[in-house]
């Protein structure tokens, strides 16, 4: 869990490195630095549950409003047909950011889930 946790942590301490130029910086920051922490901290087998369920339903919730808005996930997958989200950096179709988003907040979820069962 320790490698885990690392890898976590350093990924995350980038992706929030990269959303400092975001119109929305202080939320994502925000967001990527919370999930580093928790990871920063199971490397040295430091564990607060209460902290991981925390950030679990708070991403899991904004994940689901993510999903559903106006030129959401739902729409990318339906009215957009699922086109490339990826062909390059700038998103310059408001339904490549929410999905992108929404992408990032089930990867820190996925994290949080793992340690806090793990380490449950």
């Not at 959303?19 to 430091?46: E, H």
């Not at 990826?86 to 990867?107: C, H, N, Y």
């Amino acid at each position: 869990m320790m490698i885990f946790n690392g890898i976590c942590c350093l990924a995350f301490l980038y992706f929030a490195w990269l959303n400092l130029n975001d119109p929305d910086a202080w939320l994502w920051v925000t967001i990527y630095l919370y999930a580093a922490a928790l990871c920063g901290l199971g490397v040295f087998s430091r564990h607060f549950p209460l902290l991981d369920l925390i950030g679990i339903a708070g991403y899991l919730i904004y994940a689901l409003i993510l999903f559903f808005i106006r030129d959401g996930v739902w729409d990318w997958i339906t009215k957009y047909r699922m086109r490339n989200i990826v062909e390059s950096m700038k998103a310059d179709k408001p339904w490549i950011e929410q999905t992108r988003e929404f992408l990032g907040l089930l990867i820190i979820t996925a994290a949080l889930a793992v340690n806090y069962f793990v380490f449950r």
